[in-house]
Nanobody, 130 residues
Framework: QVQLVESGGGSVQSGGSLRLSCAAS????????MGWFRQAPGREREGVAG???????TYADSVKGRFTASRDNAKNTLYLQMNSLKPEDTAMYYC????????????????????????WGRGTQVTVSS
């Protein structure tokens, strides 16, 4: 069974940086599409950034040029480098994954959180103060 564990969240000031990590177990990560979603209080969970099994990345417009998703399949780990953080980036950040063979494409900003086949981590909190 796929398990995902996030780390790296914290509190930073506006303009600062954080690097999130997501360690996958139970499956070889190279078989997984992986990505990051976030949910702020009172708002729906939204796709932020993703990277598919071929290494192609997708980003929400709100984070383009500031966030970078990457993966190290040898370490079964997904990363999210977040630079130039803004208060509106404050949210719980969740790692999500889906087996590549499942189908349906992997454009994370357009994927609904309720999509069948998604596996989730428990999340890591990111707080950005002004």
């Amino acid at each position: 069974q796929v398990q995902l564990v996030e780390s790296g969240g914290g509190s930073v000031q506006s303009g600062g940086s954080l690097r999130l990590s997501c360690a996958a177990s139970g499956i070889t990560a190279s078989r997984l599409h992986m990505g990051w979603f976030r949910q702020a209080p009172g708002r729906e969970r939204e796709g932020v950034a993703g990277i598919d099994v071929d290494g192609q990345t997708t980003y929400a417009d709100s984070v383009k040029g500031r966030f970078t998703a990457s993966r190290d399949n040898a370490k079964n780990t997904l990363y999210l480098q977040m630079n130039s953080l803004k208060p509106e980036d404050t949210a719980m950040y969740y790692c999500a994954a889906q087996e590549g063979a499942y189908g349906g494409g992997w454009c994370v900003p357009t994927i609904p959180a309720a999509r069948d086949g998604l596996r989730w981590g428990r999340g890591t909190q990111v707080t950005v103060s002004s």
